[in-house]
């Protein structure tokens, strides 16, 4: 197992036992699936609160890391070849530690593709759009006097969540037993509450969506896993 105590990263962020995965994130739908699924898998790690600030995502420590400057990263010591491993992206490492732990990505190869198949659909389509319609119903884009925009993610986020509420019908999980795909794709359903949006998107008429929701906060890794890391950072003192 290698030391990554050595990694630029450890000068704004070090690392207590470089010996566990370091997990750089911060409590956001994206960052909570690291910490959801570590907690899942039973993986030891560190976690650090990295906040959207400029300051640490743009800081010349996080972009050795990450240089697309976005939550979350990891070190894995443990890597393949017995090499520390830098990643980022969370569906990345979604997939990454599921195929490490041999945890949440199917039994066989046609299971794991379909598993797969979800992240991506989050990743690509969930996630972005969902992150849009946060804009323009509760951040900035929200004063625009041309509503267009905002119609625009409302009904896009409509869409999406009926597919999802399509493949839910009479499953608990999006794939045959829970995985990553619920990791990935729960965190981002939660976030119409700090949107504000559940009543615009019609949230309570998916009610196979709004069940499997249900059914993950219930989880006690989630429950750990949405709490980490803080959303104010430890004392960098060395």
Not at 82 to 104: H, M, N, T, V
Request: glycine share 10%; proline share 8%.
């Amino acid at each position: 197992m290698a030391d990554v105590s050595n990694f630029k990263i450890n000068e704004k962020w070090p690392a207590k036992d470089p010996s566990v995965l370091q997990l750089y994130s911060f409590p956001t739908p994206n960052g909570v699936k690291v910490s959801i699924a570590l907690e899942e898998m039973g993986i030891p790690y560190e976690a650090h609160t990295v906040t959207l600030a400029d300051a640490d995502v743009k800081s010349p420590e996080f972009l050795s890391l990450n240089p697309n400057n976005k939550i979350p990263a990891i070190i894995d010591p443990d890597g393949p070849g017995d090499q520390p491993l830098e990643l980022f992206e969370s569906g990345a490492i979604l997939i990454y530690l599921a195929e490490k732990s041999g945890k949440l990505i199917g039994s066989g190869a046609a299971e794991k593709a379909h598993i797969i198949q979800w992240v991506m659909f989050q990743m690509g389509g969930l996630g972005p759009m969902f992150g849009q319609l946060g804009f323009f119903y509760k951040f900035a884009g929200s004063q625009w006097e041309d509503k267009r925009p905002q119609e625009r993610y409302i009904g896009e986020a409509k869409r999406l969540l009926g597919v999802l509420d399509g493949v839910l019908d009479g499953k608990t999980w999006i794939a045959e037993e829970y995985s990553i795909a619920d990791i990935a794709i729960a965190p981002w359903l939660r976030a119409l509450d700090f949107y504000g949006a559940k009543e615009a998107v019609g949230f309570s008429g998916y009610t196979n969506v709004a069940a499997h929701l249900d059914r993950f906060l219930e989880r006690p890794a989630v429950a750990t896993g949405l709490q980490i890391p803080p959303r104010e950072p430890a004392s960098r003192a060395a």
